[in-house]
């Protein structure tokens, strides 16, 4: 049993060694292939990439904060009577301005106040002029010595009670009329009426909690919103500066612009828990398209960098170097390059220190290459490179005349490849590739 295993292991071994020389035989003439460099390109081919040129340009510095629109005005209209309500004078969603009617109140009971207010007063004012007469005879008859004294001083304080009751029947005057002007219910201020919170007919009160109506001024608007604590010195260096810092708003989807407008002020500390600072801008809002409590994005322009080195992002890449690209040399290699970078714009970046104006860098295809990897600049998008011209000597021998007939395409059939007719001519040939005149024939892989 021993014997047969080590003679079942040497004919493994020679099947093995019969195996690798045919492999060696069906290979030898076949050039080995070449590695062109793997991914990364060199050594080998040319790698396609695309570049752009280092220009310069004006790089914005620009604050990205989220923000909720916040009106200036948000009243809510109450009744200052009692009593019941007899008209409403506005429309759900109408544009008012500052003292325009928007509901009346009864006023006849405050009108018969205000008469009851001004009979007591006339009643006063008589009975104070009889007692001013009464008082100017007294001092006289003091001053003949033909009454006491006393009496004189007697009525000369009923004068002065009787004018103070002027003055409480002149206050209840005016508080009538008062109460008769509250009955007509006029906007306090400018902006736009919300839906209506009570009906006519109803009895409005003091302690009514929800009012009538709602009145936001939307002409102008604000947008509250918050930026980090460290770019808080920057901000404010520019304001101190008296620099006027624009601000624009955005929609959710950071598509639409809904308005610009100015940085009108900064809160006077740091919101501890979040680490950020709240601000508010100033909008016109003329079309009214930033609405209350609408969620916006806010661009800040805090600065702007003039005449900057400029290159696009994807031309930045980090790694062991550092932050580094890959400039391109005038014998079409790229070569990794060092630099500092500045401020960011969306797909410009600045450059501080490596480049130079009109440099050429990778910004397609850096992930197929190494520092002096050789590349060619990518065929512009809807250019075509011509066709390659058929090698000499490779075209397959024409066919005899019966078998291309034999061979043509039925009608709606797709006519067949010339490498399948190639194909199918070696198969007839007994597995032979031949080549064209003056080739050797190539063996079968």
Not at 57 to 73: E, Q, R, Y
Request: hydrophobic share 40%; glycine share 10%.
């Amino acid at each position: 049993m021993k014997r047969l295993r080590t003679l079942v292991g040497i004919g493994l071994g020679l099947a093995v060694i019969a195996a690798g020389g045919w492999y060696l035989a069906t290979h030898s003439g076949k050039a080995p292939a070449t590695r062109t460099g793997g991914r990364f390109g060199a050594g080998g081919a040319p790698t396609t990439v695309g570049m752009a040129t280092v220009a310069k340009g004006d790089i914005p510095i620009v604050l990205k904060a989220l923000g909720t629109v916040t009106p200036l005005a948000n009243v809510t209209v109450k009744t200052q009577i009692t009593g019941q309500l007899q008209t409403v004078a506005f429309t759900e969603g109408q544009a008012v301005k500052k003292g325009d009617l928007l509901a009346v109140v009864d006023p006849r009971p405050y009108d018969v106040a205000l008469q009851q207010a001004i009979g007591t007063l006339e009643k006063d004012k008589a009975t104070l002029a009889n007692a001013q007469v009464d008082l100017a005879r007294y001092q006289k008859l003091v001053s003949q010595e033909s009454i006491a004294r006393q009496q004189l001083d007697t009525q000369a304080s009923l004068v002065r009670q009787l004018q103070a009751t002027i003055l409480t029947d002149e206050a209840g005057v005016d508080s009538a009329k008062l109460n008769l002007i509250y009955t007509r219910i006029v906007a306090p201020t400018d902006g736009r009426i919300g839906l209506r919170l009570v009906d006519p007919g109803n009895y409005v009160s003091l302690g009514d909690a929800t009012g009538i109506c709602t009145i936001t001024l939307m002409q102008p608007i604000s947008v509250l919103f918050t930026i980090p604590e460290d770019a808080l010195p920057q901000v404010r260096q520019r304001l101190k500066g008296g620099a006027v810092l624009d601000a624009t708003a955005l929609d959710r989807a950071q598509k639409v612009t809904l308005g610009t407008g100015k940085l009108s002020s900064t809160d006077n500390q740091v919101d501890t828990t979040t680490g950020t600072v709240k601000m508010r801008a100033m909008f016109d809002n003329a079309d009214e398209s930033l609405f209350p409590n609408q969620f916006v994005n806010i661009r800040l322009l805090v600065d702007t960098v003039k005449d900057a080195t400029v290159v696009p992002v994807a031309a930045i890449q980090r790694g062991q170097p550092g932050t580094f690209v890959y400039l391109v040399k005038g014998d079409d290699t790229a070569h990794v390059q060092v630099v500092e970078t500045g401020v960011t714009d969306g797909e410009k970046v600045a450059i501080t220190k490596g480049l130079a104006v009109g440099d050429q860098v990778v910004i397609d295809g850096v992930d197929r290459l190494r520092d002096g990897a050789k590349i060619r600049k990518s065929t512009p998008q809807g250019a075509r490179p011509a066709a390659a011209a058929t090698p000499p000597n490779t075209a397959t021998p024409p066919a005899p005349q019966g078998a291309a007939d034999s061979k043509a395409p039925q009608t709606g059939e797709a006519p067949a490849h010339p490498q399948n007719q190639q194909g199918q001519q070696q198969r007839g040939n007994g597995g032979r590739r031949s080549g064209g005149a003056g080739q050797p024939a190539q063996s079968n892989q």
